[in-house]
C-alpha cells in the first residue's frame, strides 16, 4: 500500500524551529517529486517547498524563502523540511505530496499537483 506519513510537528514559540519528516513506503521515493503543503483553518492550501526527484532542483514560495529548507534522503525513503526563524502565521497542519511526473517542480507547489498524500502533521508557532 502505497503510504506517506508525516511527523516531526508540534508547538514551537516564534523564532523556533522544527524539522518535519515524511517517510514513503509500498513505492521508491526517489523517482518521485516531493512536495510540502500546509492549510490554515479557513485558508486554501499553499504549496511551500517541492523538491524534485535527485534534490537538485527546488522551489519555495516566497513566505518561507530564507528559512525553510527541503532535502531527501532517498536511502532513508524520506524527505525532510527544516523550518527556521517560525512565525505566527507558519501555524498550519503540514502535509507532503508525491508526484511521479511533472513537467515543472514550480507547478506542483503552485497546483497542489501530486499522486499521493500524507495525512498532515500539526506545526503550531506561538508568538
Known amino acids: 500500500q502505497l503510504q506517506l506519513v508525516e511527523s516531526g510537528g508540534g508547538l514551537v514559540q516564534a523564532g523556533g524551529s522544527l524539522r518535519l519528516s515524511c517517510v514513503a513506503s509500498g513505492f521508491t521515493l526517489s523517482s518521485y517529486a516531493i512536495g510540502w503543503f500546509r492549510q490554515a483553518p479557513g485558508k486554501e492550501r499553499e504549496g511551500v517547498s517541492c523538491?524534485?526527484?535527485?534534490?537538485?532542483?527546488?522551489y519555495y514560495t516566497d513566505s518561507v524563502k530564507g528559512r525553510f529548507t527541503v532535502s531527501r534522503d532517498d536511502a532513508k525513503n524520506t524527505v525532510y523540511l527544516q523550518m527556521n526563524s517560525l512565525k505566527p502565521e507558519d501555524t498550519s497542519v503540514y502535509y507532503c505530496?508525491?508526484?511521479?511526473?511533472?513537467?515543472?517542480?514550480?507547478?506542483?507547489?503552485?497546483?497542489?499537483?501530486?499522486?499521493?498524500w500524507g495525512q498532515g502533521t500539526q506545526v503550531t508557532v506561538s508568538s
Open positions: 523538491i524534485r526527484g535527485g534534490g537538485l532542483i527546488t
Open positions: 505530496a508525491a508526484v511521479k511526473t511533472i513537467p515543472a517542480i514550480r507547478i506542483m507547489c503552485v497546483s497542489a499537483v501530486a499522486d499521493h
